[in-house]
Nanobody
Framework: QVQLVESGGGLVQAGGSLKLSCAASGTIFNSSVMAWYRQAPGKQRELVAA???????NYADSVRGRFTISRDNAKNTVYLQMNSLKPEETAVYYC?????????WGQGTQVTVSS
C-alpha cells in the first residue's frame, strides 16, 4: 500500500513563495513518477509538474520558470517550490504517484494566494 501525505500549503501574498512536500510510504517511490496537480474551485484538476525516477522534469507552461519540482529518494519525498505565485493559482494541490498501472493520490493541501 502507498500513502501520500502533503504539507506546506497555506496563505501567501501574490508574488510570494511556498514549498510543498509530499512524503510517500511503501517501497516503490524510487521507481515511480511523481507529480503535482492542482484543482481550483469549479475547474478540472490539472498537471502542474512531474518528475520521473531519473530526475527528468516536466512542467505546465503556466508555471515553467517559476515552479521547481524535485525529489529526495532517500526520504521518499517529492517537493514543489513555488515562486512568484499568482492569485489565480489558488487551488488544492495534490501529490500523485504513478507506478505502471497503479496510481495514488494524496489528500491535497490548500494554497491560497491573496492579491
Amino acid at each position: 500500500q502507498v500513502q501520500l501525505v502533503e504539507s506546506g500549503g497555506g496563505l501567501v501574498q501574490a508574488g510570494g513563495s511556498l514549498k510543498l512536500s509530499c512524503a510517500a510510504s511503501g517501497t516503490i517511490f524510487n521507481s515511480s513518477v511523481m507529480a503535482w496537480y492542482r484543482q481550483a474551485p469549479g475547474k478540472q484538476r490539472e498537471l502542474v509538474a512531474a518528475i520521473n525516477r531519473y530526475g527528468t522534469t516536466n512542467y505546465a507552461d503556466s508555471v515553467r520558470g517559476r515552479f521547481t519540482i524535485s525529489r529526495d529518494n532517500a526520504k521518499n519525498t517529492v517537493y514543489l517550490q513555488m515562486n512568484s505565485l499568482k492569485p489565480e493559482e489558488t487551488a488544492v494541490y495534490y501529490c500523485n504517484l504513478g507506478f505502471g498501472s497503479r496510481n495514488y493520490w494524496g489528500q491535497g493541501t490548500q494554497v491560497t494566494v491573496s492579491s
